[in-house]
């Protein structure tokens, strides 16, 4: 099993940019795919983006595409997400999850097994 702990997010204007980082301790990074997830203000948690166990399968939900930039070194047990020009809407609590069942069901957070705690994310406009 592994441990996940995200850093990296703060307070910022519309249009700024953060870099969070998901970093895994315990077992082998590369037998993981990773997931981002986030929860605004009394919503449900929303899919963000997902990686492959190598890194080269990547899909990110429709309103982060271009915006949004995850990468994943197995070397450092790191997943980073880069959230560039930032809106309102991203505010939210940051979470990675963790997975290792083979799926093509990677929006869903059930198929995630290690969550970390989060890291928050506010946009002010």
């Known amino acids: 099993q592994i441990q996940l702990v995200e850093s990296g997010g703060g307070l910022v204007q519309a249009g700024e940019s953060l870099r969070l980082s998901c970093q895994a301790s315990?077992?082998?990074?590369?037998?993981?795919?990773v997931g981002w997830f986030r929860r605004a203000p009394g919503a449900e948690r929303q899919f963000v983006c997902y990686?492959?166990?190598?890194?080269?399968?990547?899909v990110y939900e429709d309103s982060v595409k271009g915006r949004f930039t995850v990468s994943k070194d197995n070397g450092k047990s790191t997943v980073l997400l880069l959230v560039d020009r930032l809106k309102s809407e991203d505010t939210g609590v940051y979470y990675c999850?963790?997975?290792?069942?083979?799926?093509?069901?990677?929006?869903?957070?059930?198929?995630?097994?290690?969550w970390g705690r989060g890291t928050q994310i506010t946009v002010s406009s």
């Open positions: 315990g077992d082998e990074f590369n037998n993981y795919f």
């Open positions: 999850a963790a997975g290792t069942t083979p799926t093509v069901d990677f929006e869903s957070p059930s198929v995630y097994e290690y």
């Open positions: 990686i492959s166990w190598s890194g080269g399968h990547i």
